[in-house]
């Protein structure tokens, strides 16, 4: 398994920027692929984004397209969700995961979660 850390959660406004970090040790970092979740309160977690071993292919939630980007760096062990444009509606706690599949876009293809970060926008 692999062991991951969030960062980077905060209260902001809405149309300004947050970058989340997770950072990740235990199995080989290079060897997963990793993702971004959410969950807002009364609301089942929600697939927000996910990037490629090899950070070839990466694939959004459509309510983030364009807003966010995925990005990871192997040599550091860290997966970044860079978030902007941010809408009341993006409130929830983020939580980075990892899956030994090659793409995974579902909650339950992932066997590894952090303790997620709060993100909360004010309108």
């Known amino acids: 398994q692999v062991q991951l850390v969030e960062s980077g959660g905060g209260l902001v406004q809405a149309g300004g920027s947050l970058r989340l970090s997770c950072a990740a040790s235990?199995?080989?970092?290079?060897?997963?692929?990793m993702g971004w979740f959410r969950q807002a309160p009364g609301k089942e977690r929600e697939f927000v984004a996910a990037i490629t071993r090899s950070a070839g292919g990466t694939y959004y939630e459509d309510s983030v397209k364009g807003r966010f980007t995925i990005s990871r760096d192997n040599a550091k062990n860290t997966v970044y969700l860079q978030m902007n444009s941010l809408k009341p509606e993006d409130t929830a706690v983020y939580y980075c995961?990892?899956?030994?599949?090659?793409?995974?876009?579902?909650?339950?293809?992932?066997?590894?979660w952090g303790q997620g970060t709060q993100v909360t926008v004010s309108s």
């Open positions: 995961a990892a899956s030994a599949r090659s793409l995974a876009y579902n909650r339950h293809q992932y066997d590894s």
């Open positions: 235990g199995r080989t970092f290079s060897n997963v692929t």
